[in-house]
């Protein structure tokens, strides 16, 4: 079956510029979820979402950072006037949420950025 | 909070030396607890899990076992191969306000040598 999809796979920009990255999750997923995993580094937790809840904003680094999710499904990151530091792979993933918390995640292929 | 700790990389071996990736954690209630994976070029993948205290995850001749005592996860394998290298992230699911947030540690990246 399909899995998570992501696009760009690749977005080069200017600093200064927005960009949107797109996540497409596992169809039924109800929980999603935004990483970023700079050169060597490990994931940073960015942005959860749950079903119609609000969503768990607590790792956006700062105010340029946004997200939304439509109609349960697809997501879509935006990062308005970019910095160089802001390059970096972000990776969507999206799983079952189960009471148990045993769900897994399933990870998308990620957008590599490069902010020039 | 919940928060995961593993040993820094690189991990360097010989093909057929036995690995060990330690991976503690920090939580509160009863969390499920995780080994990812991601090879050179691909995105993370599951490798293992175990959802309570004792259980083992085992795959591909990796296991962990849930050690609530020592709050640890330590991933092990006999015998590595050289198909082993990648960065392994250690990760644990909390339960908070029914919510299934996942924790992961830094990755630690393995190095597998002919």
């Known amino acids: 079956g399909a899995g998570v999809s992501q696009s760009p796979s690749n977005k080069v920009t200017e600093k200064g510029k927005d960009v949107e990255l797109r996540c497409d999750p596992i169809?039924?997923?109800?929980?999603l979820y935004w990483y970023r995993q700079s050169l060597g580094q490990g994931l940073e937790f960015l942005i959860y979402?749950?079903?119609?809840?609000?969503?768990?904003k607590s790792g956006l680094p700062s105010d340029r950072f946004s997200a939304e999710r439509t109609g349960g499904s697809v997501s879509t990151l935006t990062i308005q006037r970019t910095q160089q530091e802001d390059s970096a792979v972000y990776l969507c993933?999206?799983?079952?949420?189960?009471?148990?918390?045993?769900?897994?995640?399933?990870f998308g292929p990620g957008t590599r950025l490069t902010v020039l | 909070g919940n928060s995961v700790t593993q040993m820094e990389g690189p991990v360097t071996l010989s093909e057929e030396a036995f690995l060990t990736i330690n991976c503690t954690y920090t939580?509160?209630?009863?969390?499920?607890l995780f080994w990812y994976v991601q090879y050179p070029g691909e995105g993370l993948q599951l490798l293992l899990k175990?959802?309570?205290?004792?259980d083992k995850g085992s795959n591909k001749g990796f296991e962990a076992t849930y050690r609530k005592e020592t709050t640890s996860f330590h991933l092990e394998k006999g015998s590595v191969q050289v198909s082993d290298s990648a960065v392994y992230f250690c990760a644990l699911s909390g339960r908070l306000y029914n919510f299934n947030k996942f924790y992961f540690g830094s990755g630690t990246k393995l190095n597998v040598k002919p």
């Open positions: 993933a999206s799983s079952l949420a189960r009471s148990r918390g045993d769900g897994e995640q399933f």
């Open positions: 169809s039924g997923h109800t929980a």
């Open positions: 939580a509160t209630g009863y969390p499920s």
């Open positions: 979402f749950q079903g119609n809840s609000a969503p768990d």
């Open positions: 175990a959802t309570k205290a004792d």
